[in-house]
């Protein structure tokens, strides 16, 4: 049953997992239901996890796959943390066996034109790159640790 979900360097995660028609499913806590337990889930239900437990990220701060268009496509963040209101962090997810690449980083780079957000992470489950980002230099600058809600 998690023959295809590998341990991931984050703190282990009490996910609520179910069966359904063969299929292993998740309870996401922020969307409030069942979804299907991919290993891009794996890795985003278990980096939610830990922005809550660890980094103290409210939930109602936390916004997951959510939709915008780029380029006349509908993409989507995987997750887009908000404070006082406005999106602070951009967080793109990555299935373990993903390595994080320039194509990864473009990637989150890209979607994060449209919001513009002062920070950006890149995980796969098991390697993280946060980053803050200078719009008035065009820079990156990259941090040592993942940062907390407080830190944002």
């Known amino acids: 049953m998690f023959k295809n979900l590998v341990p991931l360097n984050l703190p282990e995660a009490q996910l609520k997992l179910a069966k359904k028609a063969d299929k292993l499913m998740v309870w996401d806590d922020i969307r409030k239901k069942y979804l299907h337990l991919n290993p891009e889930e794996w890795v985003r239900q278990h980096f939610v996890h830990l922005l809550i437990s660890s980094h103290g990220f409210p939930k109602s ?15 989507r963040t995987d997750i887009l943390i908000y404070k006082n209101s406005q999106p602070i962090l951009l ?3 990555k299935a373990p066996q993903v390595p994080i ?13 449209h ?9 796969n489950g098991l390697t993280h790159f946060s980053a803050k980002v200078d719009y008035e230099i065009g820079e990156y600058t990259f941090l040592k640790d ?3 809600f407080d830190e944002l």
């Open 115 to 123: 919001y513009k957000t002062p920070y950006i992470l890149i995980t």
């Open 61 to 75: 701060s936390i916004a997951l796959e959510g939709g915008f268009h780029l380029n006349q496509k509908l993409q």
């Open 101 to 113: 690449s320039q194509t990864t980083f473009d990637q989150a780079a890209r979607y994060n034109l």
């Open 91 to 93: 967080v793109e997810c």
């Open 146 to 148: 993942i940062p907390t």
